[in-house]
């Protein structure tokens, strides 16, 4: 099957681009052939693909009021992303086209291209920005499910996305115009959830996210060459964007209350000086690590920290975590409580509370070499039973089957 997978950044920003390197490679893996479509940047990995990535610079990496203003139009409508996907579809003819993350680049643009050509579209949702202009439920530092029951305009009227008034009333604008003018979902076959939570919750807004949508969590390539390590060096871990809906700010706050404790924390973002002027000394911040760097430093964890204050949807530090048999302490918000089984592979807090985080972590730390080889036992059996390649394979191509049948095709 040719198979064309589409997402804003060709190189590991996030989560999401993870997702993307993983099922490219997991499609190539059982003889699917693919190609990509991303927008141009710097940092990208060479594709032989790139002549038709788009241009399209972040609209705040951009200079002066004017050349903000001039990019606007593209924030919602990417003519250039829909004549270099003309050009990709007559060369590559793909039989499918599996979307990720493409807004504010790439844009809804290319919905229309596909459907003139009569290729069906699955979207993996990896956040929640069909239902929050703000993509995290959480408006200066509270829940937050305003736009629940609107078109996204209160996200413009309480400037919730970035303090900013233009960025937020750009976002508002952005649903309001792909729901009420552009009517997205006339173009997408399927919807790909990575949590129950997040299809339950899309499902409230529209119905159709529950009529076309699936439950497929992330997978862990090479699962079972991945070795668990059941010993550890006594460090909780926090790896990921330093920036203030992952919870990081309620976690270093808790950890005033824990000098026994060390927390070691990898990653970078816009609240990384911040936190750091007002951390303990039992809290070490080690840069951002990838590679064999960060492979190490979750080997040697004795418990992952995942305190998120926006709606994650399926996080790949608690996938990645259980490969190697870690354990981990996970906010209640979004799809996390659904994949900890609390005192089993790890435990819940509520989310925003950081003496129940601080309660949390003073019980993790407290459990004995053998408690802790049975959370550690019982991660790894979690990551082989939902996280399995093989498996998540299976009900991709199931998805894709679905999808190519709603446009009147048939699997190749």
């Not at 141009?40 to 241009?55: A, I, K, L, Q, T």
């Not at 949807?313 to 354990?327: F, L, S």
């Amino acid at each position: 099957m040719k198979i064309l997978q589409v997402n804003k950044y060709n190189y590991l920003r996030g989560g999401s681009e993870a997702v993307f390197f993983n099922t490219i490679k997991l499609l190539e893996e059982h003889g699917h052939e693919v190609a990509r479509m991303s927008v141009n940047h710097p940092r990208n990995e060479p594709s032989p693909w790139e002549r038709y990535f788009v241009d399209a610079p972040e609209i705040r990496d951009i200079a002066g009021v004017w050349g903000k203003l001039q990019s606007i139009p593209r924030f919602f409508v990417n003519r250039d992303a829909a004549a270099k996907m003309e050009r990709l579809i007559e060369e590559f003819h793909p039989d499918i086209a599996h979307l990720h993350n493409i807004f504010n680049g790439i844009s809804l643009s290319i919905l229309p291209v596909l459907k003139r050509h009569g290729i069906p579209v699955v979207i993996t949702l990896h956040d929640t920005r069909f239902i929050c202009p703000s993509l995290h439920f959480n408006l200066y530092g509270k829940r937050c499910d305003n736009c629940l029951d609107t078109w996204g305009l209160k996200c413009g009227l309480h400037r919730c996305y970035e303090n900013s008034f233009v960025n937020s009333w750009m976002c508002a604008l952005e649903m309001l115009y792909k729901e009420k003018i552009f009517h997205y979902d006339n173009y997408i076959n399927r919807y790909i959830f990575a949590s129950r939570n997040h299809l339950d919750k899309h499902a409230v807004r529209h119905a159709y996210f529950g009529q076309k949508g699936s439950v497929l969590y992330n997978f862990v390539p090479k699962l079972d060459q991945a070795v668990p390590m059941p010993s550890h060096k006594g460090y909780f871990l926090f790896y990921g964007r330093i920036i203030d809906y992952k919870g990081i700010a309620t976690l270093v706050e808790s950890m005033k209350s824990l000098p026994e404790v060390t927390l070691k924390v990898a990653g970078t973002g816009p609240m990384l000086e911040q936190l750091k002027s007002v951390a303990t000394p039992n809290v070490q911040f080690v840069g951002y690590k990838t590679g064999q760097e960060l492979f190490e430093l979750v080997k040697n964890a004795s418990f992952i920290i995942v305190p998120s204050e926006c709606e994650e949807n399926n996080p790949m530090t608690i996938v990645e975590g259980y490969t190697y048999g870690k354990p981990v302490i996970g906010s209640s918000l979004g799809g996390i409580p659904e994949i900890i089984e609390q005192g089993h592979t790890g435990y819940v807090f509520p989310a925003f509370d950081r003496e129940a985080l601080a309660q949390a972590i003073r019980q993790a730390a407290s459990v004995t070499d053998e408690q802790y080889a049975i959370m550690s036992h019982n991660a790894r059996t979690f990551a082989e039973t939902h996280f399995h390649p093989t498996a998540h394979y299976t009900a991709l191509m199931e998805i894709y089957s679905q999808a190519l049948a709603s446009e009147g095709q048939h699997r190749p």
